[in-house]
């Protein structure tokens, strides 16, 4: 069954070492001022400033993967948690829960061509693109780009690691269409290499 371009973010699906039981999360803070809304599975930036922000493909180092954050929410008057931060609305700044672990793995949507990603690629590198959000449930629309897999280009955010395949016949599974989805490890993330920002 061919697969659609239905692009979810990245969704961690494990740990390079095999353990379980941890989402390898820690929490950073995005400034009350930045007007950039967040989705539940968009890759994050650090700052200089020492706040992360939603990160833009290319070859910025990122941090890691927001899941959620919580925020003193204006017109309610409460702290709510939120699978986004949609970009205003909060007193101080927002406490953004983002997976930083350098062993994490995460599963992803291929997109950018209707080529699938192959056993071939696995251990290249790729970027990603950020996608059309889901601004109701709060869930990213991000997904690597099949166009800029490279093995060579260490600034790539994401390494290849493999293929999901199962189970058979589940979007996603079908490797020989495009929007195949895989699994991917951070590349160039804060973790994984010696500059800080």
Avoid: E, H
Avoid at 33 to 58: C, E, I, K, M, N
Avoid at 66 to 86: A, Q
């Amino acid at each position: 069954m061919a697969n659609t371009a239905a692009p979810f973010g990245f969704q961690l699906a494990g740990f390079l070492d095999g353990r379980t039981g941890s989402l390898g999360q820690q929490t950073r803070l995005i400034a009350n001022a930045d007007s950039t809304a967040v989705y539940s599975g968009d890759p994050v930036t650090s700052l200089s400033t020492g706040y992360v922000t939603r990160s833009t493909a290319g070859t910025t180092q990122i941090a890691g993967i927001f899941i959620g954050c919580t925020y003193l929410n204006t017109s309610l008057g409460r702290t709510v948690w939120s699978p986004s931060w949609p970009g205003s609305g909060a007193t101080g700044d927002i406490t953004a829960y983002v997976v930083t672990d350098p062993q994490a793995v995460f599963k992803v949507q291929a997109g950018g061509s209707t080529t699938a990603i192959g056993i071939a690629d696995i251990n290249a590198n790729i970027n990603f693109a950020l996608g059309s959000p889901n601004t109701t449930s709060g869930q990213s629309g991000a997904y690597v780009d099949q166009t800029t897999i490279n093995p060579a280009t260490t600034t790539l955010p994401f390494r290849i690691i493999g293929l999901v395949t199962a189970p058979p016949g589940a979007p996603g599974t079908d490797t020989t269409t495009g929007y195949n989805n895989i699994y991917v490890a951070f590349n160039f993330q804060d973790f994984r290499v010696t500059t800080g920002t």
